[in-house]
């Protein structure tokens, strides 16, 4: 062998063990995170707007805006669990974590708040919701706009 062909192996070999080892998350697991994330946070949310602001679940339902503040107050909480642990309790309980693509890290809360406000985006579309079933990284259409993966821990 050349002393070129040697030296080129070894720096391809370099390369493959500086790069992290990574497990993306599976799509069934993502659902259950999502659906305990709902039961966990959400539902007390909308309780306590219903019951205990409103004084019951007619004047919810006749109000407009009461959603609207319950889906921002999820978002909002939503943002800062996943900017500052990278996980929200469904996401733990499943050991999923939401990371920045290229450098494995947690994101800032704005890129989180903006993540949420693109998976309503892609949610209401549903194709953004279809997206993991065609791709090798499983990622969902607002992790791609906001260049974020959700890996296992």
Do not use: W
């Not at 890290?105 to 949420?116: D, K, S, Y």
């Amino acid at each position: 062998m050349r002393f070129r062909e040697i030296k080129k192996n070894k720096k391809h070999k370099q390369q493959q063990n500086n790069t992290p080892q990574v497990r993306y998350a599976r799509y069934p697991d993502k659902i259950k995170a999502l659906i305990t994330d709902l039961f966990m946070i959400y539902a007390p949310i909308l309780y306590l707007i219903a019951y205990v602001i409103m004084g019951g679940k007619d004047a919810f339902q006749s109000s407009q805006l009461a959603p609207l503040i319950g889906v921002t107050l999820y978002g909002l909480i939503y943002a800062v669990l996943i900017a500052k642990f990278g996980q929200t309790p469904g996401k733990k309980a499943y050991d999923i974590k939401v990371v920045d693509d290229t450098t494995y890290e947690n994101i800032g809360f704005f890129r989180a708040f903006l993540r949420f406000i693109a998976f309503l985006f892609s949610a209401t579309i549903l194709l953004g919701l279809l997206t993991p079933f065609y791709r090798k990284d499983r990622k969902a259409l607002h992790d791609i706009i906001c260049s974020t993966v959700e890996i296992y821990v």
